[in-house]
C-alpha cells in the first residue's frame, strides 16, 4: 500500500489523533470521523484537539467531517480507535461504507462485556469478514508521546500475514516502529488485560506501597494476564513482548496513563463515581476488570489480582482489605499454574 492513499480514522480521541498525526507524517490523506461538530470545526480550522490532546499541534493535512461515508468513501485503510463500548455501533455504521479490500486496523484495548468479545471479534461480526481480515495495532505507546514524535515501538498483529505487512508499511517511519505478529489472541489480550495491572499499580501508588509492591503486582499481573491468554489460544511468548511486558510497564508506571491515574485516585480513597467524572474519558480498565472476571470464572482460571480489583470496583470493597487478601493467599510455587504448552507445541 502507497502511503500517499486515504485512510479514515474512526473517531477523535487521543489514540485515534496521535495515530492520525502518524499517518499524515507519513504523506497520507487523513479524514478523521468524529460525531462532534465542534470537535470537527476545530480540528479543521484551528489545527487543534484541546480536549484530548490540548499541547498538540496538528498537520493541516489532517481533516475530520461528522459524516463517515465521506471519511471512508476512496480510503484504501480504516483505523478503529472507538471505545470498547462504542466498537460494535460504530464497525456497526462503517459496514454500510466499506470495501471488501480495504484494510481494518483498530487500536482499541478492551473486550465487549456484555458479550466478552475481543475488539477483533466485534468489528467482524459487524462487517461480515473472517476475523483474520482485521489487524490489530497494540504496544507500549502513550499518544501524549506519539504525537510529539517521541521515538516509539508497537505491533501489528493478524493471521493473514499480507495485512499485518499492509498495516507496518501504512504506519512505520523514522519515529515510530513497527513489528509484524501472527498472534492475534495474544496481542489483543495483552493490550486489553494489562489495563487491570494498571489500575492496580496506581492503587498500589496512591496509597503509598512503594516501588517494591508495584514490582511484585506487575510481576505476578503478567503471570495471570499469560494464563488467562494461553487457555484463550494465545501464544505465550506474545506476552513477553512489545503488547505484553512492554505495554505493561509503560501503562502502570506512567502519569500519562488514565488507568495509572484512576487507580491511584481510587488509593487516595476518592469514590469510583467521582475519579470517573474527574477524568472525563474512557478508563478501559474498569470495564475489562468487569470483562475478564467473567472470562476467568468461565474458564476456570485463577486470576486473584483481577478478583479484588472486581471486589473495589463493583462491591465495594476497601483497597487495602484487597491488598491484604492478596498478601494473605496461601504460600505457592512461583511457577505455580503457569502455561505448560512448548515453544514446539505452539508452532506444530
Known sequence: MSKSEKVAVLVAGSWGTALAAVLADNGSEV???????????EINML?????????????PAIRATTEMGEA???????????????????SRELAR?????TLIVHATKGFETETLKRMSQVISDELGCEEGHVVVLSGPSHAEEVVRKCPTTVVVASSEDQAAQRAQDLFMNSYFRVYTNRDLIGVELSGALKNIIALGAGMSDGLGFGDNAKAALLTRGLAEITRAGVEMGANPLTFAGLAGIGDLVVTA?????????????LGKGMPLEEVQHTMGMVIEGIRTTQAAHAIAASLGVQMPITDQLYKVLF????????????MGRDPKTEMELMPLKTWEQWNS
Open 72 to 90: 471512508v468513501s476512496g480510503a484504501e485503510a480504516v483505523l478503529i480507535v472507538a471505545p470498547s463500548s462504542a466498537m460494535r455501533q460504530v
Open 31 to 41: 479524514v478523521i470521523w468524529t460525531r462532534n461538530a465542534e470537535q470537527a470545526e
Open 97 to 101: 461504507h466499506v470495501g471488501q479490500d
Open 47 to 59: 489545527h487543534t484537539n484541546s480536549r484530548y490532546l490540548p499541547s498538540a499541534q496538528l498537520s
Open 253 to 265: 508506571t506512567s502519569q500519562h496513563s488514565r488507568n495509572w491515574r484512576a487507580g491511584s485516585m
Open 315 to 326: 462491591e465495594g470493597q476497601d483497597v487495602r482489605e484487597a491488598v491484604e487478601a492478596l
